[in-house]
T-cell receptor, first 114, second 118 residues
Framework: NAGVTQTPKFQVLKTGQSMTLQCAQD?????MSWYRQDPGMGLRLIHY???????DQGEVPNGYNVSRSTTEDFPLRLLSAAPSQTSVYFC?????????????FGQGTRLTVV | AQKVTQAQTEISVVEKEDVTLDCVYE???????LFWYKQPPSGELVFLIR??????QNEISGRYSWNFQKSTSSFNFTITASQVVDSAVYFC???????????????FGKGTLLTVNP
């Protein structure tokens, strides 16, 4: 059981370049999300999805796009990278209910935009 | 709105000392979950514990223990006889007991950097 697989682990981009961070889960969770972690800020929600075909914005969505064509995959796209997007990114796969709530994270992607 | 406050930004202790990491939360939900995650220097987020708002029983796992007090909206984490390997950033997080609207997310505190010196 792989859990949440997030790639790549490290990436350096030049300003203006585009890239996609991949995230896949094998737990059949409906909810997936992307967070960014910046020093002193904790983890902040970028985008989330409540199921295939359904996405919505989090706290800091600007500069990022997402799509959810399958339950398993939730890629994060940077269309035109900016230095302000230098951060550590985490994908999460979650299950929320009254009886149980769980959240598992990928290994993280350390992105540097120069 | 949901909020998690970890007032301690950094804590430094000497090995074998006990240390408590504080977590205070705010929520209007009647059902919710609280989490602690550990982020070692390698960077991944390691799940430590999940606690349902209906279960106020304290939990102990080896050197780790958690004190959940609904009356003070706190979910504190104690490491007994700390070790150098405990050095990490620790995050407290709050999650909904059910999803709905924009509630499908975890709200994180800003984390506490724990350094255990030999």
């Amino acid at each position: 059981n792989a859990g949440v697989t997030q790639t790549p682990k490290f990436q350096v981009l030049k300003t203006g370049q585009s890239m996609t961070l991949q995230c896949a889960q094998d737990m059949n969770h409906e909810y997936m999300s992307w967070y960014r972690q910046d020093p002193g800020m904790g983890l902040r929600l970028i985008h989330y999805s409540v199921g295939a075909g359904i996405t919505d914005q989090g706290e800091v969505p600007n500069g990022y796009n997402v799509s959810r064509s399958t339950t398993e995959d939730f890629p994060l796209r940077l269309l035109s990278a900016a230095p302000s997007q230098t951060s550590v990114y985490f994908c999460a796969s979650s299950y929320f209910s009254r009886e149980n709530t769980e959240a598992f994270f990928g290994q993280g992607t350390r992105l540097t935009v120069v | 709105a949901q909020k998690v406050t970890q007032a301690q930004t950094e804590i430094s202790v000497v090995e074998k000392e006990d240390v408590t990491l504080d977590c205070v939360y705010e929520t209007r939900d009647t059902t919710y979950y609280l989490f602690w995650y550990k982020q070692p220097p390698s960077g991944e987020l390691v799940f430590l514990i999940r606690r349902n708002s209906f279960d106020e029983q304290n939990e102990i796992s080896g050197r780790y223990s958690w004190n959940f007090q609904k009356s003070t909206s706190s979910f504190n984490f104690t490491i007994t006889a700390s070790q150098v390997v405990d050095s990490a950033v620790y995050f407290c997080a709050l999650g909904p007991g059910r999803g709905g609207g924009s509630n499908y997310k975890l709200t994180f505190g800003k984390g506490t950097l724990l350094t255990v010196n030999p």
